[in-house]
């Protein structure tokens, strides 16, 4: 079965310090999503790409975050520099063609100490 | 803006009941619907996506359904088992948004 890979599984940082997140989605899948997650919430949108295009980033904290998707295949999330409140679990999705159903990827752990 | 509810919070039954799970959204004008199980620590799975046009889905013991009018669907387990110890989150496409708007899930715990 086609799953979306993100790397790492885990990541500690410290504040101040840079930090970023790799996705994969699923071959063919030209719309990609990162998502926040808090512990205790439901996921949160920060960005979402449309083959290498930015569609939607106006939740994404442009001053420290940014992401990119430079040959609509792979895409980087990127915190710099990172702050407490940043830690969370980020998940990468991407929308299968037709059914627009969505397939998430296993997710980072961020913790900023 | 998309909000979603997702009722209760937390549930805890015995193994064996069957349950419902609860969701609302306030905007009717959704593309579809997806419930999602995640274990602690881990992303998410899909378990079942209804088409704005579907009154329901059904997967093993899974079964949902969706009333895009009234802005509600729910989630229906039959014969519960410890496995099924998850959070359930409902989530909705649509509604002003291309991404997903999700619920902040319900805690379930089936105890053996």
């Known amino acids: 079965e086609a799953e979306v890979a993100q790397s790492p599984r885990y990541k500690i940082t410290e504040k101040s310090q840079a930090v970023a997140f790799w996705c994969d989605p699923i071959s063919g899948h030209a719309t990609l999503y990162w998502y926040r997650q808090i512990l205790g919430q439901g996921p949160e949108l920060l960005v979402q790409f449309q083959d290498e295009s930015v569609v939607d980033d106006s939740q994404l904290p442009k001053d420290r975050f940014s992401a990119e998707r430079l040959k609509g295949v792979d895409s980087t999330l990127k915190i710099q520099p990172a702050e407490l409140g940043d830690s969370a679990m980020y998940l990468c999705a991407s929308r299968t063609p037709g059914t627009n159903g969505y397939t998430f990827g296993s997710g980072t752990r961020l913790t900023v100490v | 803006k998309q909000e979603v509810t997702q009722i209760p919070a937390a549930l805890s039954v015995p193994e064996g009941e069957n349950l419902v799970l609860n969701c609302s959204f306030t905007d009717s004008a959704i593309y579809n619907l997806q419930w999602f199980r995640q274990d602690p620590g881990k992303g998410l799975t899909s378990l079942l996506l209804?088409?704005?046009?579907?009154r329901e889905q059904t997967s093993g013991r899974l079964n949902a359904s969706l009333d895009k009018s009234s802005g509600r669907s729910t989630l229906y387990i039959a014969a519960s088992q410890p496995g099924d110890s998850a959070t359930y989150l409902c989530a909705v496409r649509g509604g002003g948004a291309d991404g997903l708007t999700f619920g902040k899930g319900t805690h379930l715990i089936i105890q053996p």
């Open positions: 209804i088409q704005s046009s579907q």
